[in-house]
């Protein structure tokens, strides 16, 4: 069983920077991506930014050129670094694993952020 473990949220004003932490354990058997995610109340959940086992990255584009991802092999570790935060980036950031054979996503348990103005 995969278990993901997050930290790094917290408030932060406008412009101001956060870093995301997401710890895996367990077996993860065949691993295709590391990622997060996020969803606002009310909102679908969406890609903020992943890497894949190549460490091919891919960004939405709300982010782009402000969020960093990168991961740490020997720590089972995927980061999220976030820049020049706004308020509209206020929401809980949820770790996702994807691995597997068949893809089965795994997902932590979420972190708030929140920007205030």
């Known amino acids: 069983q995969v278990q993901l473990v997050e930290s790094g949220g917290g408030l932060v004003q406008a412009g101001g920077s956060l870093r995301l932490s997401c710890a895996a354990s367990?077996?993860?058997?065949?691993?295709?991506?590391m990622g997060w995610y996020r969803q606002a109340p009310g909102k679908q959940r969406e890609l903020v930014a992943r890497i894949t086992s190549s460490g091919n990255t891919q960004y939405a584009d709300s982010v782009k050129g402000r969020f960093t991802i990168s991961r740490d092999n020997t720590k089972n570790t995927v980061y999220l670094q976030m820049n020049s935060l706004k308020p509209e980036d206020t929401t809980v950031y949820y770790c996702?694993?994807?691995?597997?054979?068949?893809?089965?996503?795994?997902w932590g348990q979420g972190t708030q952020v929140t920007v205030s103005s």
């Open positions: 367990g077996s993860i058997f065949r691993l295709i991506s």
């Open positions: 996702n694993i994807r691995a597997g054979l068949v893809a089965t996503d795994y």
